[in-house]
């Protein structure tokens, strides 16, 4: 197989194989492949003739399986088990568009009853509850997938924010080597084969000696995403033969949609899972991702609790007239202690703080004054300060990591959390930075190397949690608070004349901020109104759509203007509320026909004004083009959800209508993928069986 290099900007070689079409299965199994229509066999794969019938090309399938074969075809199912030449078959059915696929897997001679399985399901579910941690809980999960399939080393193996691995649990026969704690790049499971993994969730390699058995006749371009005997990458064979393993299996562990892990199964002989078995495993895995789940937000909650605890703490010290430089001295270590800091320095005015390990006195107020530069992330965190402001090269054993905030006052207060340099051994499967070749004639091959090889990093050190982050920045806002009250109190006290000016300054810019208010408020309203006149009076239907549609973009706008100027901050908004409204609004502009077609399930994220009008015009045009095309002009039901996974928040709309179309290129299409661009995020269409189920996914926070 032969593909060209792209730029360095494209994706990486291996993410434009095209794994999902390979014109043929593992020969383990039989697949048969019928016209939807008239449930006639086309094409097959396997040794149908000797294992099967030797008459099946352009029979009935129900008559070739001796089953029947009813629809509507909507998902997979299983057909139950149908008798071969001289064996038992588990049959599989797969809806693929125009065609069926049939996989047919040779059955268990005696297997287990459904009370029996159910048993052993609830005996690891209850052993996965009562893991007390993830590491504990992952050491649990691979022993109990090995008992259950009987391969020599099984993993756990997750996924990190830049799409490389790490085996973080592992249980195996003392006579197979160890990956345990090993990092894999991001290369060795491309893109497309980690979409995969969440669509097809247990996949089983017996013998990758395999040759493979291909469809007959060919049918080019045919999608065997579905089919677990789908035949395997050339490329993926030679990586398993490279690591000295015979047979293969991988069980996803789907977090939330987001692909978090899998459990990866390796023998050093070739060796099946059966069709039940597998069956077991995917809902076992299931599981496992529940268990994930809960103990990786009991862990947060825990670390959150504890902040809180340290923070109420130090409010209290805060409201009383003890002055900030006192009061840092108060509760300077107990502050440094609990973000697990190595050190920890204040700056207030020309009065200065520090406990633990810091950079020395004008270091630190060289640091302070480039952080009061950095407006894009309040608070400032980094876990390599040195590749964010090179100066700190020269104290990086003292402050590799740091956490930081600006409190605007009138006097600024600078908080500083330090973490010393932890120079760490990364241990990897193979060189991950060995070259390849760049030659667009080479033939594209997997590394061949699996031999640990370590990696000393530098300049860096442990990573802030966001719960840390979080917590930072509510004692800023506190120490914002406390700063601004004592401020005050002090005018109170010494100048009753000029506070009393000062009120009436605060009520005057109150007057003029509702006055601009009001007036772009009614600018908008007008605007929105001569858009609605506009459509009325316009004799193009086309036309009117599309005036009413730049009038709900207005309206967009206009909602999250008044959120600002309605609320207490004027640099945030609540996107959830957001959007709640916005969907509101949008139901009642569509009509009384459109009630309750609208569902929610909104999580509530934070984040920018400008990025929350941006989403909004997003959603706006998602609704749009789901009442537009969704339909046919009929009414239908339409879902909106909002979730955060990490420092990305995704926004899913989902209708039942007509799927997706080619032919979506307007004005309206055009602002969707600059939008969705400009905030740096992706956008992609999913089949929601039946309509289309389209998924933004943006960062949080603006990307440095």
């Not at 806002?477 to 000062?502: G, I, P, Y």
């Not at 709640?580 to 502009?589: F, N, R, V, W």
Request: some cysteine.
């Amino acid at each position: 197989m032969q593909l060209a290099v792209p730029a360095p900007s494209d994706l990486t070689v291996c993410d434009l194989e095209p794994i999902h079409i390979p014109g043929s299965i593992q020969p383990h199994g039989l697949l048969l492949v019928a016209d939807a229509a008239t449930g006639l066999i086309v094409a097959g794969a396997g040794d149908i003739e000797g294992r099967l019938t030797a008459h099946w090309h352009g029979r009935p399938l129900a008559q070739v399986l001796g089953t029947p074969v009813v629809p509507p075809f909507a998902e997979a199912r299983h057909l139950g088990v149908v008798a071969g030449a001289g064996e038992r078959f588990d049959a599989v059915l797969h809806p693929a568009g125009a065609v069926l696929l049939v996989e047919l897997e040779a059955a268990e001679p005696a297997p287990q009853n459904a009370t029996e399985v159910l048993a052993e399901l609830d005996r690891a579910a209850l052993l996965f509850e009562r893991a007390l941690d993830i590491a504990e809980l992952g050491a649990c999960a691979t022993r109990v997938f090995r008992q259950w399939t009987g391969y020599d080393r099984v993993m756990l193996y997750q996924f990190l924010d830049d799409d490389s691995g790490v085996v973080v649990a592992e249980d195996r026969v003392e006579t197979i080597g160890s990956f345990l704690n090993h990092r894999f790049p991001a290369s060795d499971i491309p893109r497309q084969a980690r979409a995969l993994y969440i669509r097809n969730r247990v996949r089983v390699i017996p013998d990758i000696a395999y040759v493979p058995a291909p469809l007959r006749p060919a049918l080019p371009g045919l999608d065997l995403s579905d089919v677990a005997l789908r035949s395997v990458s050339p490329i993926h064979i030679q990586y398993l033969k490279n690591m000295g393993v015979a047979a293969s299996a991988s069980i996803s562990i789907v977090r939330d949609g987001v692909l978090w892990g899998l459990i990866a199964c390796h023998n050093a002989t070739p060796k099946p899972i059966p069709h039940t078995l597998r069956i077991a495993c995917r809902t076992l895995a299931a599981g496992l991702g529940r268990q994930i789940v809960a103990k990786d937000e009991a862990a947060q909650y825990r670390d959150r609790l504890r902040l809180r605890t340290v923070e109420d703490a130090v409010k209290v010290r805060i409201g009383s007239e003890m002055p900030l430089p006192e009061l840092f001295d108060a509760v300077g270590v107990e502050l440094r202690q609990a973000f697990h800091a190595d050190g920890f320095a204040a700056i207030v005015g020309r009065d200065h703080f520090q406990s633990g390990l810091c950079p020395d006195h004008g270091e630190i107020e060289r640091l302070a004054h480039w952080l009061a530069g950095q407006s894009d992330a309040v608070p400032f965190s980094t876990h390599a300060l040195s590749s964010r402001f090179p100066p700190a090269q020269a104290y990086r054993g003292e402050a590799s990591g740091l956490l930081a905030c600006v409190v605007a006052t009138e006097e600024p207060v600078v908080l500083m959390w330090f973490r010393a340099e932890h120079i760490s051994v990364v241990n990897w499967a193979g060189n991950p930075h060995k070259d390849t070749s760049r030659d667009p004639a080479a033939e594209l091959t997997p590394r061949t190397s699996f031999e640990a090889w370590s990696e000393t990093v530098q300049g860096e050190a442990p990573r802030w949690s966001l719960a840390e982050i979080d917590s930072v920045k509510r004692l800023a806002r506190s120490v914002s608070d406390a700063r601004q009250a004592r401020r005050m109190r002090d005018l109170n006290r010494e100048l009753t004349a000029t506070n009393a000016e000062n009120e009436r300054l605060l009520l005057q810019k109150d007057f003029l901020m509702r006055e601009v208010n009001h007036r772009v408020q009614n600018s908008l309203q007008l605007v929105s109104s001569f858009l609605h006149l506009q459509g009325r009076a316009a004799g193009d239907a086309t036309v009117a759509d599309h005036l009413d549609d730049a009038r709900r973009r207005v309206a967009a706008v206009a909602l999250v203007h008044r959120q600002l100027y309605g609320g207490d901050e004027l640099e945030t908004v609540d996107l959830s509320r957001y959007l709640a409204d916005l969907c509101g609004e949008m139901e009642a502009s569509m009509g009384a026909e459109w009630k309750q077609k609208l569902s929610f399930e909104l999580a509530p994220i934070v984040i920018q004004a400008d990025r929350a009008v941006k989403m909004g015009l997003i959603l706006t045009e998602l609704i749009i083009n789901a009442v537009k095309y969704a339909y046919g002009g009929a009414i239908g039901p339409i879902s909106i959800a909002l979730e955060q996974h990490r420092n990305r928040l995704r926004l899913v709309v989902a209708d039942r209508g007509a799927g997706k179309s080619g032919g979506r290129r307007g004005f309206g299409t055009r602002m969707l993928v600059a939008m969705v661009g400009a905030l740096a995020g992706e956008m992609e269409e999913e089949g929601n069986n039946p309509g289309l189920r389209v998924v933004v996914t943006v960062p949080i926070q603006p990307v440095p």
